[in-house]
């Protein structure tokens, strides 16, 4: 059983640019959370995707959107890059609907905005 | 809204030591509460959790108590490892559910000396 992907592992870019980060979930999961976890913080929840519908958001600027696919893999997309923005990135997968299952994490994204 | 507060670090502890890292929550309802870990360069991991008040949650020597009456889900060890050595994180989902938006604390960075 593959576990939670997340591509690239690092990535830099400058202020203003966009930025799109990948997801695969774990098989047989259709749920995925998008985190975002700045130097020395907790992750902050940004936006939850359920069967390929956004299914809840953070508190997060509508620069930051998402995708999901029919396979259940995820897009994080970040417009208009902020210094602020640079942070791992984490998506995590899970079986959805409210449920009491578990969230399966990948190793995250580290982008830096210069 | 929902918030969780940790222990501020980092830890350092000598081998076989007793570990606590304290961990206290504000939540509206009936939230579940988690502990997950990091180790450098991979995902978080669900260590432990609990659903409800009195709850103990148990996984790997480490133990921690849903405490209603404290709103507090502090993180024990009897005995740590050099392998402990990661960063915890106390969460808690806000409607009970594991696979739902997660609120995290900050970050408890524990090192383990032999």
């Known amino acids: 059983e593959t576990g939670v992907t997340q591509s690239p592992t690092h990535l830099i870019k400058t202020r203003g640019q966009q930025v799109t980060l990948r997801c695969s979930s774990q098989s047989g999961h259709n749920t995925v959370s998008w985190y975002q976890q700045a130097l020395g913080q907790g992750p902050q929840f940004i936006f939850q995707y359920y069967r390929e519908e956004e299914n809840g958001r953070g508190n997060f600027p509508p620069r930051f959107s998402g995708l999901q696919f029919p396979n259940y893999s995820s897009e994080l997309n970040v417009n208009a890059l902020e210094l602020d923005d640079s942070a791992l990135y984490l998506c995590?997968?899970?079986?959805?609907?409210?449920?009491?299952?578990?969230?399966?994490f990948g190793p995250g994204t580290r982008l830096t905005v210069l | 809204g929902n918030s969780v507060t940790q222990m501020e670090g980092p830890v350092t502890l000598s081998e076989e030591a007793f570990l606590t890292i304290n961990c206290t929550y504000t939540a509206t309802g009936y939230p579940s509460l988690f502990w997950y870990v990091q180790y450098p360069g991979e995902g978080l991991q669900l260590l432990l959790k609990?659903?409800?008040?009195?709850d103990k949650g148990s996984n790997k020597g480490f133990e921690a108590t849903y405490r209603k009456e404290t709103t507090s889900f502090h993180l024990e060890k009897g005995s740590v490892q050099v392998s402990d050595s990661a960063v915890y994180f106390c969460a808690l989902s806000d409607r009970g559910f594991g696979n739902e938006k997660l609120t995290f604390g900050t970050g408890t960075r524990l090192t383990i000396i032999p």
């Open positions: 609990a659903t409800k008040a009195d």
């Open positions: 995590a997968s899970s079986l959805g609907g409210g449920s009491d299952n578990e969230q399966f």
